[in-house]
């Protein structure tokens, strides 16, 4: 056999084993095929695997659990009261974390252009799946510190016509989501962002769900006509939309505190009861006067003009 021939054969053979083989293609295609989506940040282009690495290693990612561990809330079943034994995130792990999340995306990324779609490479191939692994356990890392979250204001939202265990399955959904859109860069909690997320979801959720019928539209009215301080009796109709009613629900968590979110919700019939309520049935609930639930009820409308003005302009004299 001519050295030719052989110098050949042995180029051919190191060119297959650096390929991937055809089984393994389609799914290599696919991979090329999807987006790998992340928060850029312009310090990745500086950065190595090791630098990350011991930036979450030396930030302290959990927070010290008080030696009788976290309180669990009565009446969870025992899968979600094993997520109070997972220590939450300080705010540097956190930070740490979500750098780390996202370094190895970018890093995916740039496996990912540089791979020939006629002749993928085999060791490109092997980092580009290491680095979207890697991803996907800090992802689940981050979710799982925060699943008592999502529990928390299930727990707050649910009633008569949402269980508790549809309002989980459905925050758990969005945690996830806001996972990935999270800018740690800005210095922010992930709480607070995660928060405004479900929070704002439950509410279009309540809204795009519930089944509209005249009592429906009437409380809608009576709440809107309350902008002009007129009683109940005394409400004229309104021809209010969806999505601007939807539009209005998807302001309260981002304009009111607790008891104020309570009230609007229960007014609108999107609350813990599941039915809409007068004042009088709120007020014997809060233990305080009618009227008080009624300036309560104003004081939320006044906190919601801003959001609010440019759907009811001529509204806005309260």
Request: aromatic residues 8%; glycine residues 4%; contains cysteine.
């Amino acid at each position: 056999m001519s050295m030719v021939l052989v110098a050949s054969r042995a180029k051919t053979a190191q060119r297959s084993s650096q390929s991937v083989s055809p089984e393994e293609r389609d799914e290599v295609l696919q991979l090329l095929q999807e987006e790998i989506a992340y928060i850029h940040n312009g310090e990745f282009e500086h950065l190595d695997m090791d630098t990350v690495e011991q930036s979450v290693h030396h930030a302290g990612i959990h927070r010290q659990q008080p030696s009788s561990g976290a309180t669990v809330p009565d009446g969870l079943p025992a899968y979600l009261a094993n997520l109070y034994t997972i220590p939450l995130l300080t705010a540097e792990g956190e930070a740490a974390l979500f750098r780390k999340m996202n370094y190895l995306k970018y890093r995916a990324n740039l496996c990912r252009v540089a791979l020939d779609p006629d002749r993928p490479q085999r060791k490109l191939t092997q980092e580009l799946r290491r680095f979207l692994d890697a991803a996907d356990r800090v992802r689940n890392q981050l979710a799982e510190s925060n699943l008592r979250l999502v529990v928390s204001i299930a727990r707050r939202f649910a009633g008569p016509r949402f269980s508790f265990e549809e309002l989980v399955s459905e925050g758990n959904m969005i945690l996830m989501k806001a996972i990935e859109k999270f800018d740690y860069s800005r210095g922010y909690r992930f709480s607070t962002y995660a928060t405004h997320s479900v929070q704002r979801h439950f509410f279009r959720h309540f809204r795009t769900t519930k089944r509209r019928n005249t009592h429906e539209v009437a409380m809608a009215d009576e709440y809107l006509n309350e902008l002009s301080d007129k009683s109940e009796q005394e409400s004229d109709t309104l021809d209010i939309s969806d999505a601007q009613v939807g539009e209005i629900l998807a302001q309260l968590d981002e304009q009111l505190d607790e008891r104020e979110q309570y009230i609007i919700q229960e007014r609108f019939g999107i609350g813990p009861s599941g039915t809409a309520r007068t004042l009088q049935s709120l007020s014997k609930e809060l233990h305080v006067s009618k009227e008080r639930v009624r300036q309560l009820h104003h004081k939320a409308i006044a906190k919601l003009r801003k959001g609010l003005d440019h759907l009811f302009p001529e509204m806005m004299t309260v």
